[in-house]
C-alpha cells in the first residue's frame, strides 16, 4: 500500500518493496515491513507476511517493537518520549 511520491522516490519505493517481497517469497523471512518517509514522500509501506492469521498480532507486535527500537537508538528521545509518541500515532491511526 502506499501514497504518491514523486517518479525517483516511486521508483526507489517499488525496487526496496520487491527485494521485501522476494525476502519473504524466496527465504525463511516470516515478515517484513518497508517504510519510505520523508519532506517529500507520503509515506509509503508495504507489509509482506507469510504468517496465518493466528501468528499476524504476534508478528505485527514484533515490527512494531523494532520500529520503536530503531526511533529510541537513532534519537534523543527519552524511554517515555518514545512510548508517548508511538501511543499518540496509534491512537491517531485509531489502533487498539
Known sequence: M??????????DFEQVRERAADA????DAASVYVGLVGPNVQNEYYFA??????ELQEMAAQQLGML???LAEQSDASI???ADYAAETAKQLNVR
Open 24 to 27: 519473504v517469497r524466496d527465504t
Open 80 to 82: 517515555d518520549q518514545v
Open 49 to 54: 507476511n507469510d504468517v496465518d492469521e493466528d
Open 2 to 11: 502506499s501514497d504518491a511520491g514523486d517518479g525517483d522516490e516511486d521508483a
Open 68 to 70: 520503536t527500537r530503531v
